[in-house]
């Protein structure tokens, strides 16, 4: 069996208690850790951790990050907070009453971007094929055709999470598994800072006593039409044929019957450009006048002009997205004679895009967007008349 | 109606009709022409409501009588026609149909009722002038590259034309921008043009004129009023709806006293350009110029493709300056220079600048700088 010291990344025998090489207890063995290659990997509670890494003092402290005030939420709380309580998404007020010496701190964005777009640097020098999720987290394909340094997965893993907790100053919880579902699924059982491995001979078992919200693809309403027919857990599913399956789930119900038992076929995609940005609101009652859908296009365009401007892009066509009342969706576009980042703009396009459509049907949602992006250079050249 | 008409013929006029009429219509009949045949010879009329064309082309008519049948359809089975063939057009009293026969091929088409096509009326058009055909294809080329394709900008999407004086004495111009470039080209004024109104004439309207100037040597005469203008030609008439819009104050963005002038051999500079531009991004096309006493140095970068750079000889006695231009609006500009020599007149890199022919003083464009 295999054993690789998580400090200084040696394979060592599997049965020492501490590393051979450099003494450390950090060890993890499994049977298949050189025969696996897909990871995930998630930053622990990462906006505390950045703000915990600029401010020491907040070490030994338990921080919340988050809007302060009546109405805001719980972005992140650190692994101290959460001994008390707190969670993501908690109302503030709430996470306070469990945690009251809490440090709120509010989010800042740019900070964490930075971190987060140092993080995957480190990961693609490993492998260009970095799926990220979310800032904090992404899936790695280190398998023999992907990596760029020939060393088994384990190691390059052991090797990456250390770099990051150096170089960035932050840690991380590592899963090592044979595809996407279950590398997710391993790095969640082992935080903070975890190294944890499943394998193909085990994963059947392993899946059988979890809740069936473990398999992704199942969310809280279908789990609640399972419970109703008395389906919890994985193992009832794993229980039932294909046929079985896909007729309770129709399409879904095959790719479920894999799942069940640890099989999932989506690869890991390496990070593609940005192809479009856009940005909508569902109205809390359905609209049909068009001051209504205007002033809500306002705002939205404001909105895109902000993420263009966050994320250095610009686009040279503009779309507009209506939903009906009914569910039909639609979309308009109009191509600009340049690139643009400005919302008046695309505001003025996306206004002219919706006379068109405003006669008097409900819509529920609306949104704006743009594509065909330029980099930001190439957007709103200087004009004749507004200089 | 019984016609019989020459192909090569039939084909000229349908072309230009047919380019009227749009691809995509609401309303059947525009996508029709109305064919009417009369004494010795047919005419033709198309329309999208806001441009029409009507022309005249000789032909032996059997029996008079109007139709009207779909114009592409009926371009695309012409210009398919074998070359020196003869087209004989049928239509009979209410019948909805038109029959094409031309040697041993025979098509029956859908008409539409000859009473229903629109009729544009050109209202009265008080001023009237004629323009040789030369000169007004001159102040279409020098302009139209420059026409705003933006459609929140309407009345920049097209020519402005009005009356002014330069330097004393009346002039005819012609304006386009896209607030980016400005072209603004003059001919002397032509009797009865004094006191007419400034007018915004249409894309599209500028496109298919130019089309019927490519066939002509003749004058033109132009007849407007403030919201449409008329062009005739010796066998065809134009009607045409203008922008209704108001064009910018375009004289105050023409710099009088840029003094940092540069001389360039324009077709040393466009083709350098050219070749520089290669390595500019597709967005941007970007392109910069780095002038210094005597020199002009080309350059352009792109993260993507690496960097050009190319030397020039140029005539430049003022202090240094690195500005940066679209290379596309530099080569559109160099197009329409007949001339040998370009004269650039720069401020600073964020100011316009002002290009003109050396030997030539009735065309200006001004470029807006980019970011480089």
Redesign the interface.
């Known amino acids: 069996m295999a054993c690789l010291c998580r400090d200084c990344a040696h394979l060592i025998d599997a049965d020492a208690a501490s590393c051979t090489n450099c003494g450390s207890a950090r060890l993890v063995t499994h049977p298949e850790l050189l025969d696996l290659s897909i990871a995930h990997i998630d930053c622990d509670a990462f906006y505390a951790s950045v703000e915990k890494r600029d401010d020491p003092a907040l070490n030994d402290k338990p921080v919340i990050v988050g809007h302060p005030g009546g109405r805001g939420v719980v972005t992140t709380a650190c692994y101290i907070a959460r001994q008390y309580g707190p969670r993501s998404a908690m109302p503030m007020f709430k996470a306070l009453q469990l945690c009251p010496q809490a440090v709120v701190i509010p989010p800042d964005m740019a900070k964490y971007r930075q971190a987060s777009s140092q993080i995957r640097s480190l990961f693609l020098k490993a492998t260009p094929l970095v799926e990220p999720v979310s800032l904090d987290e992404a899936y790695l394909d280190l398998s023999a055709g992907a990596r760029l340094v020939d060393r088994a997965p384990a190691i390059l893993l052991a090797r990456l999470a250390r770099a990051v907790e150096r170089e960035v100053g932050v840690t991380v919880s590592v899963g090592l598994s044979y595809n996407k579902f279950l590398a997710k699924l391993a790095s969640d059982r082992d935080k903070p800072q975890g190294f944890s491995v499943i394998g193909r001979a085990e994963a059947t078992a392993l899946l059988a006593p979890l809740p069936v919200t473990t398999i992704h693809g199942i969310g809280a309403a279908t789990a609640r039409r399972l419970a109703e027919a008395g389906i919890t857990s994985v193992r009832q599913l794993q229980a039932m044929p294909e046929d079985a399956l896909s007729a309770r789930f129709g399409k879904f119900g095959r790719a479920l019957a894999h799942l069940v038992h640890g099989e999932d076929r989506r690869r890991v995609v390496a990070d593609r450009p940005t192809k479009s940005i856009s940005v909508e609101t569902t109205f809390s009652r359905d609209q049909s006048a068009y001051p209504a859908l205007a002033a809500a296009l306002e705002d939205l365009a404001g909105r895109l002009e902000q993420r263009l401007k966050r994320a250095s892009l610009a686009g040279e066509t503009v779309v507009l997205k209506l939903k009906t009342s009914d569910f039909h969706s639609l979309s308009r576009q109009s191509r600009l004679p340049h690139p643009t980042q400005r919302g008046d703009l695309i505001l003025e396009h996306g206004l002219r895009l919706l006379g068109r459509e405003a006669d008097g049907r409900a819509f529920r949602l609306i949104g704006i967007g743009v594509d065909h992006m330029a980099p930001a250079t190439a957007a709103d050249p200087p004009d004749l008349f507004e200089a | 109606m019984k016609l019989t008409i020459e192909r090569a013929a039939l084909l000229r006029s349908l072309n230009h009709v047919q380019s009227v009429v749009e691809r995509r219509n609401t309303i059947p009949i525009l996508s029709n022409v109305k064919i009417e045949g009369r004494e010795g010879q047919v005419s033709l009329n198309a329309t999208d409501m806001d441009l029409d064309i009507v022309e005249a082309v000789p032909a032996d008519v059997l029996r008079p009588g109007a139709t009207t049948a779909p114009a592409h359809t009926l371009y695309e089975i012409v210009r398919k026609l074998p070359e020196g063939s003869q087209v004989e057009l049928e239509h009979t009293g209410d019948d909805s149909q038109l029959i094409l026969r031309s040697g041993r091929s025979k098509f029956t088409l859908a008409s539409l009722p000859v009473d229903d096509y629109p009729v544009m009326s050109g209202g009265d058009l008080p001023f009237t002038f004629t323009l040789a055909a030369d000169e007004m294809k001159g102040l279409i080329d020098r302009t139209r590259f420059a026409i705003?394709?933006?459609?929140?900008r309407y009345y920049l999407n097209g020519i402005y034309v009005h009356a002014a004086t330069s330097g004393g004495v009346p002039v005819l111009r012609a304006v386009a921008?896209?607030?980016?470039?400005?072209a603004r080209v003059e001919v002397p004024l032509p009797e009865g043009a004094a006191g007419m109104p400034g007018v915004i004439v249409p894309r599209k309207t500028v496109a298919e004129l130019r089309k019927l100037l490519d066939e002509t040597t003749m004058e033109v005469t132009v007849s407007l009023s403030e919201t449409k203008i008329r062009f005739a030609f010796d066998d065809a008439v134009m009607t045409s709806k203008l922008i209704d819009g108001t064009f910018?104050d375009y004289e105050r963005?023409i710099p009088a006293d840029n003094d940092k002038v540069l001389e360039v051999d324009c077709r040393t500079f466009s083709q350098a350009v050219d070749r520089v531009s290669a390595i500019s991004?597709e967005?941007?096309r970007?392109i910069k110029l780095s002038v210094d006493k005597g020199s002009l140095t080309l350059s352009a970068s792109s993260p993507e493709n690496g960097s050009a750079v190319e030397e020039l000889e140029a005539a430049y006695d003022a202090g240094p300056i690195e500005i940066g231009f679209?290379s596309r609006y530099l080569l559109d500009i160099m197009a329409q220079i007949e001339g040998d020599a370009a004269r650039f007149a720069m401020a600073d890199a964020?100011?316009?600048t002002v290009v003109r022919e050396v030997t030539d003083s009735s065309a200006v464009y001004?470029l807006?700088?980019?970011?480089v």
């Open positions: 705003s394709s933006e459609e929140t921008t896209d607030g980016h470039r400005l910018p963005v991004t967005k941007s970007a679209n964020a100011s316009p001004v807006m700088p980019m970011r």
